[in-house]
């Protein structure tokens, strides 16, 4: 079947640095992906939306400036999460779309971020 | 505006009890219904969905009917086992391929 992978599965950063997060597409294109964030113990609350070739469409109160989102390809999407402080420990989940069989999102197996 | 409401949680089961977890929607439209399920440390997976009224999903023994008239889509399955200890996540797409909305999750866990 479809397969959405996500890298690292684990990072753990220090206050004030950046840190990427990819989300790929594995025997699909996706020319949309999603992302969302988990708090512990909450729902997934979506960030962006991230189109390819595209500026990412954000949710509100999502700042952009924090939460880099480019999606240089049709089958990648990252998600930079700049000057890194502890509140923004998280996990953080991709999905994509796939337009190939039916339009079915594929979820990503999730990136844990702890900011020290 | 659009949204899932679940029960909260935790359920806690003896295995081989019989499970519902209530799920219902508020959506304009027509919305397709899921339920997705993630296991400790994991990402999400689909485990079910329907997409009109009155369709039945199911999947792994579990089951959820599409009822629009009472706007829910409750989770059952018949006789829960150890290794369906989990969290699950009722979610609706307004549109086939656009962002789910989430409910809160509901944590079961079934002792043995």
């Known amino acids: 079947g479809a397969v959405v992978s996500q890298h690292p599965s684990r990072v753990i950063c220090k206050s004030g640095t950046s840190v990427k997060i990819e989300c790929r597409s594995l025997?699909?294109?996706?020319?949309?992906m999603f992302w969302y964030r988990q708090f512990p113990k909450q729902s997934l609350m979506l960030m962006a939306t991230?189109?390819?070739?595209?500026?990412?469409?954000?949710e509100q109160g999502v700042e952009k400036d924090k939460f880099l989102i480019n999606h240089a390809s049709l089958t990648l999407s990252t998600l930079t999460v700049t000057s890194a402080h502890p509140e923004d420990s998280s996990f953080y989940i991709c999905?994509?779309?796939?337009?190939?069989?039916?339009?079915?999102?594929?979820f990503g197996e999730g990136s844990w971020l702890t900011v020290v | 505006g659009n949204s899932v409401t679940q029960m909260e949680g935790p359920v806690t089961l003896s295995e081989e009890a019989f499970l519902t977890i209530n799920c219902t929607y508020t959506?304009?439209?027509?919305?397709?219904l899921f339920w997705y399920v993630q296991y400790p440390g994991e990402g999400l997976q689909l485990l079910l969905k329907?997409?009109?009224?009155?369709d039945k999903g199911s999947n792994k023994g579990f089951e959820a009917t599409y009822r629009k008239e009472t706007t829910s889509f409750h989770l059952e399955k018949g006789s829960v086992q150890v290794s369906d200890s989990a969290v699950y996540f009722c979610?609706?797409?307004?549109?086939?391929?656009?962002?789910?909305?989430f409910g809160k999750g509901t944590t079961l866990s079934v002792s043995s």
């Open positions: 999905s994509a779309r796939s337009e190939t069989i039916g339009n079915t999102i594929y």
């Open positions: 025997d699909f294109q996706a020319t949309t």
């Open positions: 991230s189109n390819e070739g595209s500026k990412a469409t954000y």
């Open positions: 959506a304009t439209g027509y919305p397709s």
């Open positions: 329907a997409t009109k009224a009155d």
């Open positions: 979610a609706l797409s307004l549109q086939a391929g656009t962002a789910l909305i």
